[in-house]
T-cell receptor, first 113, second 113 residues
Framework: QQQVKQSPQSLIVQKGGISIINCAYE??????FPWYQQFPGKGPALLIA?????SEKKEGRFTISFNKSAKQFSLHIMDSQPGDSATYFC????????????FGGGTRLMVKP | DAGVIQSPRHEVTEMGQEVTLRCKPI?????LFWYRQTMMRGLELLIY????????DSGMPEDRFSAKMPNASFSTLKIQPSEPRDSAVYFC???????????FGNGTRLTVT
């Protein structure tokens, strides 16, 4: 059972454009929603995370938007750069479960120069 | 800090052989997680430890898989006997606390022929 659905599977964006990756979840008990960035040959690295008490969180060029009623959250990468080319994973966990994460299927982002 | 260290980086073995994957977490981190990544199933949590004690192993696929953490600086994931369907990238990750940022190693790519 895939509890976190991520789309699109792949994304091509021009340099300077906005990259948008979406995730939808089913379990309303989820209360922690991190995004991870993975480069080839490397492990995932935490990029940014949000809890449902806020609707948006911004860190530099990266923004998470959260819609609790729709059970959706998204990652926006502003002014996308070729160095942002990587695979991005959304994830979620329930209260008390911390890093027992349920991951989305991943989005392979390519930013063209 | 050297980060989470995994060895070997690559392992190729024949079906039926025993495989042992190793992990050194970040010093001081109380939580250690083993994840598996495949194209078909994405990132899946196998097991996690708190202060060297296994807490949740519900993600371990079968009795062929076992994990140990004999001390705070070392953990192993063993597969015996290995099967071709075990081919995947296995990640070890650690965190300071249960809800602290999760730090992944660079993974062990296992190929079972």
């Amino acid at each position: 059972q895939q509890q976190v659905k991520q789309s699109p599977q792949s994304l091509i964006v021009q340099k300077g454009g906005i990259s948008i990756i979406n995730c939808a979840y089913e379990n309303t008990a989820f209360d922690y929603f991190p995004w991870y960035q993975q480069f080839p040959g490397k492990g995932p690295a935490l990029l940014i995370a949000i809890r449902p008490d806020v609707s948006e969180k911004k860190e530099g060029r990266f923004t998470i938007s959260f819609n609790k009623s729709a059970k959706q959250f998204s990652l926006h990468i502003m002014d996308s750069q070729p160095g942002d080319s990587a695979t991005y994973f959304c994830a979620a966990s329930i209260p008390g479960a911390g890093n027992m994460l349920t991951f989305g299927g991943g989005t392979r982002l390519m930013v063209k120069p | 800090d050297a980060g989470v260290i995994q060895s070997p980086r690559h392992e190729v073995t024949e079906m039926g052989q025993e495989v042992t994957l190793r992990c050194k977490p970040i010093s001081g981190h109380d939580y250690l997680f083993w994840y598996r990544q495949t194209m078909m199933r994405g990132l899946e949590l196998l097991i996690y430890f708190n202060n060297n004690v296994p807490i949740d192993d519900s993600g371990m696929p079968e009795d062929r898989f076992s994990a140990k953490m004999p001390n705070a600086s070392f953990s192993t994931l063993k597969i015996q006997p290995s099967e071709p369907r075990d081919s995947a990238v296995y990640f070890c990750a650690s965190s300071l606390r249960h809800n602290s940022p999760l730090h992944f190693g660079n993974g062990t790519r296992l190929t079972v022929t």
